[in-house]
């Protein structure tokens, strides 16, 4: 069964501090993995997507990693700011005419 | 405008009431999808339409229907709504190949 598990399930920090989410997937095939943020009460947007073949992409604070062999991706949030509190869904997708698999998302809040 | 419009917004109803979600989008995408997000759940697809004579039922569509009416449109019903499906409902449309959700602002659906 494909599955995406996403750690930890909620974190507080202090504006202007890092921090990494990490996705954990035993989607098969692979196409794509995709993280979105979620604000409060909004839809989802995606912010990066990683390919089979890409280790690393940035989105100005935000950077994506991905290593295909252990199945893992992070990402990254660095010099974090008050609107970077929601909630970062990783979604991987197997391509083609099959759908993709949601991980339960992390909840960030960032304190002043 | 947003590209993809769900309506209403917010609902509240009574056990027993059917209920009818809609949403259209702008933004010329064959697949469409709708999703219920609760809280520590993240999101569960409900049905999914890749083109207007396509329906598929997702992980939890007992209680619930769907009608592709365009490409551009995609309608949820809840015949008979009862109190375990209040949620908040996301629909979302995509394009074959690169797999990235475009959602809508949601609609907060509340069944007493």
């Known amino acids: 069964k494909n599955q995406v598990e996403q750690s930890p399930q909620s974190l507080i920090i202090l504006e202007g501090k890092n921090c990494t989410l990490q996705?954990?997937?035993?989607?098969?095939?692979?196409?794509?993995l995709r993280w979105y943020k979620q604000d409060t009460g909004r839809g989802p947007v995606s912010l990066t997507i990683m390919t089979f073949s890409e280790n690393t992409k940035s989105n100005g604070r935000y950077t994506a990693t991905l290593d295909a062999d252990t199945k893992q991706s992070s990402l990254h949030i660095t010099a974090s700011q008050l609107s970077d509190s929601a909630s970062y869904i990783c979604v991987v997708s197997p391509g083609g005419s099959y759908i993709p698999t949601f991980g339960r998302g992390t909840s960030l809040i960032v304190h002043p | 405008d947003a590209d993809v419009t769900q309506t209403p917004r917010n609902r509240i109803t009574k056990t027993g009431k059917r209920i009818m979600l809609e949403c259209s989008q702008t933004k010329g995408h064959d697949r469409m999808y709708w999703y219920r997000q609760d809280p520590g759940l993240g999101l569960r697809l409900i049905y999914y339409?890749?083109?207007?004579?396509?329906?598929n039922k997702g992980e939890i569509s007992d209680g619930y229907s769907v009608s592709r009416q365009a490409q551009a449109k995609f309608s949820l019903s809840l015949e008979s709504a009862i109190p375990n499906q209040t949620a908040l409902y996301f629909c979302?449309?995509?394009?074959?190949?690169?797999?990235?959700?475009?959602f809508g602002e949601g609609s907060r659906l509340t069944v007493l």
């Open positions: 979302a449309t995509s394009v074959a190949g690169t797999g990235e959700l475009f």
């Open positions: 339409s890749f083109d207007v004579k396509d329906i």
């Open positions: 996705c954990n997937y035993t989607v098969s095939p692979f196409s794509n």
